[in-house]
């Protein structure tokens, strides 16, 4: 058998099934009764993701799946049902997975219990499947080829539990051996070839990939194919390697590990059953992964929403206490877990809807928590959970360091206070621009939030990967340079604790560091800056309130640059107050009901200021507060005190930062040598705690070994080495373009065909050769220099797309869905200028500039038709500067009649392995050509 070792497994299986995992069993079986009697059809038709489909249009709220309700679809949050085509290709999308995760239930029914019901509802579901496969059209997918759905992970986890499904019966001698044949042939050699087609490199979408290929090729009796989908590259063990950290984390947040785990878990599980060692450091690696989730989570239970993390995702779900049993399986030792499996099968919150018979496969959809009990739980913990647990463990969770993530998290009050510093992985893909983001909350309360990700498909979501919207500081108005930070410090002893880290290059030339330590009842937060030249920063602090005294807000123009790209366009009423020299006025934070302080020291010269944006994703805007401060070094020092009564006052001489809190306590903070002092004065009574725990940064690639961890946690972590300066996006590294010199009077010449063509799903052959020839031509000025391209396009009845307001599939510009092209330039003097150009078919064009900087360049376009195809003539003034040394870019976009997305782009310079999906209008000009204009 694939997933299950061998037959006496299943036999053990069939025991814990008729004893102690009974109720489970019983309420897998009641999930299904009412579908035996009529089972349901595959549906003949492909998912479709757009910006509108399955999302509520008043709020965007994910709209409830229900398997039984194609066309209507109503919003758990204001109730109402929505109708039309973009919601039920959505819908379509959670079906194909419910309808396959089902065929896997029944299948493990009939194997363990015997049913004839069971075997014919998995049974009907396979052979459906086998003939619908090839009629779903591989076209228009959002990322990577697929034909079921938009997404080829989608199609990774629909294959993996239709072939544990067929792997099943067959073991249980239940599938007829012609429609076990047909399955394989029909269905899975070709989704698996497909899936294969695709690899994903390090992303947590891989790992589904991977397992499903092993899955595929052991049921296909093919040996090597599932050694290399183990042991390969881009296979499981890779990803345990480079995805999963020395700590247990996945390096893309909490969200995508817990995703990326569970498809690793199959990967093992597909690796121990085929008898395929992984090595036992990685195996090791491996089972810290549920007890992440554990370390990482707030006091309600909940999961920070770092990253592209949907908000509030609560740990009492079925889907969670599941990865923690399954994580019990191989460590039944490790008291973390079991006592979060205390917590989440406790009865001190109402029972409800757990939402499992209505789950989409492994594509969770995150559900309100509940009670649960272990009846609760899914088709693996039936299968693999131990029969009985063991006693939960008194063990809350404790202050932790998770270095190789990069997050330090410091708790209080029996783990009701919870402060962490989110410095190190920038988490890939999925990751955001807030290194030395900080987090609070006490109790149910978050102070300090990251609020995640909302849709990806909306616009708010460059604001949700802004660096504005977080707690984190940013440099002159622009974003922060994408890159890990440092620790430098962490120490913790029960009252009083710290952490420390920088960031050496958030922006050129530079660098800020971030304290925070943690006392009974408040914390002080330093953020210091040293730069080469006079900056600005900006430090959003996410809070709601008022200060007293009041501040003279008035309206304000926050005079930013003009490609300003750190989230200022989704702000409103922007309000700003100068701070008041010999004043400290005190902030007073409001989250609902709860009240806490704020005491702020400002350098001289420093503003506030305060705006209104969006809050977490789909509760609307809220007010959010920043320090804003200038020159080529400083310091913003805030003291937080969430008791709303313990900190009187605070003060700063020369180095100290002095807390006067209640009962006439004073505590004198300092920077040391070897750390921080806290000089502790209560009357005539005096004391001090020294913290420790300083990091010296090593040559990358070397152990950084985290000392003075005293009632925390800590292990050592090998730092990720410096990025490539260029890298594709399969990961290959690639060189620098050569410089290429363009003399006036002389034309240098390129033609796009096969090695340029970034393609969806059809190869350069496949899609009918598509080709371009391409001129350059410069000329020589008094002040600069004119760049004139003439473009040849070859292709037979090329579709122009008509002027569009709005893009209804996603938050791209429309005009990337057509024939046309895109010019990239940059250069130090210009910064990069982008323009999407759309030919008209009567000799006009579209232009649209995409960046402030296309607005300052002058640019001519003349298109015409051709019998061959299309052509285009342009011209680029350039300024001096600009004309000694700019990167290049030209794409050539290409689509198809009757498609909704484009199939791909030629593209000077090559196609360097790229695929087309997820790309928008943007490139990366590390691989553009770079050219110099010489003199005339």
């Given at each position: 058998m694939i997933i299950l070792p061998d037959v006496p497994a299943l036999a053990a299986r069939r025991v814990a099934a008729d004893g102690p995992l009974a109720p489970l069993a019983e309420s897998l079986a009641a999930d299904l009764a009412p579908w035996l009697a009529q089972p349901p059809h595959v549906d003949p038709r492909k998912a479709r993701l757009t910006r509108q489909g399955g999302r509520c249009p008043g709020d965007q709220t994910v709209l409830t799946f229900d398997p039984a309700s194609p066309h209507r679809h109503r919003c758990p949050r204001c109730g109402r049902f929505w109708t039309g085509e973009d919601h039920d290709g959505y819908w379509v999308y959670g079906y194909h997975l419910w309808l396959a995760e089902r065929a896997l239930h029944a299948a493990l029914l009939h194997a363990l219990r015997g049913e004839a019901a069971h075997r014919d509802f998995a049974l009907r579901v396979l052979d459906e499947a086998a003939t619908q496969y090839p009629r779903w059209p591989n076209r228009d997918n959002v990322l990577g080829p697929t034909r079921p759905f938009f997404s080829t992970y989608l199609e990774s986890l629909w294959l993996l539990h239709l072939v544990l499904a067929l792997d099943l019966l067959e073991g249980a001698s239940a599938a007829p051996h012609a429609l076990g044949q047909r399955v394989r042939d029909e269905l899975v050699e070709p989704s698996a070839r497909l899936i294969a087609s695709y690899p994903e490199g390090r992303s947590n979408r891989q790992a589904w990939n991977a397992s499903a290929r092993a899955a595929a090729a052991r049921l296909l009796g093919r040996p090597a194919d599932v050694t290399d989908a183990l042991t390969g590259a881009d296979s499981v063990q890779a990803l345990l390697a480079d995805g999963l950290l020395a700590d247990g984390s996945w390096y893309e947040g909490e969200n995508y590990h817990q995703f990326a785990w569970r498809g690793l878990w199959h990967g093992v599980q597909l690796a121990e059953s085929a008898g395929v060692a992984l090595p036992a450091p990685l195996l090791a690696r491996f089972a810290l992964g549920p007890r992440v989730l554990v370390r990482a989570a707030l006091p309600d239970l909940t999961l920070p929403s770092r990253r592209d993390s949907p908000h509030r995702t609560s740990l009492r779900q079925w889907r969670y206490a599941e990865m923690l049993e399954l994580g019990l399986v191989r460590a039944p030792g490790d008291r973390a877990v079991r006592a979060a499996l205390g917590r989440l099968y406790a009865a001190d919150i109402p029972p409800g809807d757990t939402a499992r018979a209505r789950s989409t496969g492994e594509a969770e959809r995150n559900e309100p928590p509940t009670r649960l009990t272990r009846a609760d739980l899914g088709w693996k913990s039936l299968a693999f959970a131990l029969p009985e647990l063991p006693p939960p463990a008194d063990d809350p969770p404790r202050s932790v360091l998770l270095p190789a993530q990069g997050l330090a998290i410091v708790r209080r009050d029996r783990a009701t206070t919870y402060v962490a510093l989110d410095f190190g992985e920038t988490g890939g893909g999925h990751g955001h621009p807030d290194r030395l983001n900080l987090l609070l909350a006490h109790g149910a309360t978050r102070w300090l939030d990251d609020v995640g990700t909302g849709s990806y498909t909306s616009r708010d979501l460059y604001w949700y990967r802004s660096s504005l919207a977080h707690n984190a500081p940013f440099i002159d108005g622009r974003t922060q340079r994408t890159g890990p930070g440092r620790l430098l410090a962490w120490d913790e002893r029960g009252g009083a604790g710290w952490m420390s880290a920088d960031v050496r290059d958030i922006a050129p030339g530079v660098e800020v560091m971030r304290t925070v330590v943690v006392m009974d009842g408040y914390l002080l937060d330093e953020v210091r800056w040293r730069a080469a030249r006079p900056v600005t920063i900006d430090l959003p602090v996410h809070a709601e309130g008022t200060f007293s005294p009041a501040l003279p807000w008035l309206p304000a123009d926050l005079a930013l640059p003009v490609d300003s790209d750190a989230g200022f366009d989704f702000c409103k009423f922007v309000e700003a107050a100068p701070w008041p020299l010999g004043l400290a006025p005190v902030f007073h934070a409001?989250?609902?009901?709860?009240?806490?302080?704020?005491?702020?020291?400002?350098?001289?010269?420093?503003?506030?200021?305060?705006?209104?944006?969006?809050?977490?994703?789909?509760?609307?805007?809220?007010?959010?507060?920043?320090?804003?401060?200038?020159?080529?070094?400083?310091?913003?020092?805030?003291?937080?005190?969430?008791?709303?009564?313990?900190?009187?006052?605070?003060?700063?001489?020369?180095?100290?930062?002095?807390?006067?809190?209640?009962?006439?306590?004073?505590?004198?903070?300092?920077?040391?040598?070897?750390?921080?002092?806290?000089?502790?004065?209560?009357?005539?009574?005096?004391?001090?705690?020294?913290?420790?725990?300083?990091?010296?940064?090593?040559?990358?690639?070397?152990?950084?070994?985290?000392?003075?961890?005293?009632?925390?946690?800590?292990?050592?972590?090998?730092?990720?080495?410096?990025?490539?300066?260029?890298?594709?996006?399969?990961?290959?590294?690639?060189?620098?373009?050569?410089?290429?010199?363009?003399?006036?009077?002389?034309?240098?010449?390129?033609?796009?065909?096969?090695?340029?063509?970034?393609?969806?799903?059809?190869?350069?052959?496949?899609?009918?050769?598509?080709?371009?020839?391409?001129?350059?031509?410069?000329?020589?000025?008094?002040?600069?220099?004119?760049?004139?391209?003439?473009?040849?396009?070859?292709?037979?009845?090329?579709?122009?797309?008509?002027?569009?307001?709005?893009?209804?599939?996603?938050?791209?510009?429309?005009?990337?869905?057509?024939?046309?092209?895109?010019?990239?330039?940059?250069?130090?003097?210009?910064?990069?200028?982008?323009?999407?150009?759309?030919?008209?078919?009567?000799?006009?064009?579209?232009?649209?500039?995409?960046?402030?900087?296309?607005?300052?360049?002058?640019?001519?376009?003349?298109?015409?038709?051709?019998?061959?195809?299309?052509?285009?003539?342009?011209?680029?003034?350039?300024?001096?500067?600009?004309?000694?040394?700019?990167?290049?870019?030209?794409?050539?976009?290409?689509?198809?009649?009757?498609?909704?997305?484009?199939?791909?782009?030629?593209?000077?310079?090559?196609?360097?392995?790229?695929?087309?999906?997820?790309?928008?209008?943007?490139?990366?000009?590390?691989?553009?050509?770079?050219?110099?204009?010489?003199?005339?």
């Open positions: 409001v989250r609902g009901t709860a009240k806490a302080t704020v005491r702020f020291l400002l350098p001289e010269g420093s503003t506030l200021w305060r705006a209104e944006a969006p809050g977490p994703p789909t509760e609307g805007t809220r007010r959010f507060h920043a320090v804003r401060a200038h020159g080529r070094e400083g310091t913003i020092v805030a003291v937080w005190d969430w008791t709303g009564g313990l900190v009187r006052d605070v003060e700063r001489s020369g180095a100290h930062v002095t807390v006067h809190a209640a009962h006439d306590e004073r505590h004198v903070h300092s920077r040391e040598a070897y750390g921080w002092l806290v000089d502790l004065h209560a009357g005539n009574a005096h004391g001090s705690i020294e913290l420790g725990g300083l990091t010296v940064a090593p040559p990358p690639g070397t152990p950084v070994i985290v000392a003075g961890a005293g009632t925390g946690d800590a292990a050592s972590v090998a730092p990720p080495p410096d990025p490539p300066e260029a890298t594709s996006a399969v990961g290959a590294q690639t060189a620098a373009p050569p410089l290429i010199r363009l003399v006036p009077g002389r034309e240098w010449h390129a033609t796009l065909a096969g090695p340029e063509w970034r393609w969806t799903e059809e190869d350069w052959a496949t899609a009918g050769h598509p080709s371009a020839a391409v001129t350059l031509r410069a000329e020589r000025g008094p002040s600069g220099a004119t760049l004139h391209v003439a473009l040849r396009v070859t292709k037979a009845r090329p579709t122009f797309a008509p002027p569009r307001d709005d893009n209804p599939l996603d938050n791209e510009h429309p005009d990337i869905n057509s024939d046309g092209l895109q010019l990239h330039l940059a250069s130090t003097s210009l910064g990069e200028a982008r323009w999407i150009v759309v030919p008209d078919g009567a000799g006009r064009a579209r232009i649209t500039p995409r960046t402030a900087a296309a607005a300052r360049v002058p640019l001519s376009v003349r298109t015409d038709a051709e019998a061959t195809g299309w052509s285009a003539r342009i011209a680029v003034g350039l300024d001096a500067a600009s004309a000694r040394r700019f990167h290049l870019a030209l794409l050539v976009n290409e689509i198809a009649a009757g498609r909704e997305r484009r199939r791909g782009q030629l593209v000077l310079g090559g196609a360097h392995g790229q695929r087309a999906y997820l790309v928008g209008d943007r490139h990366d000009l590390h691989l553009a050509p770079i050219f110099s204009i010489a003199d005339a």
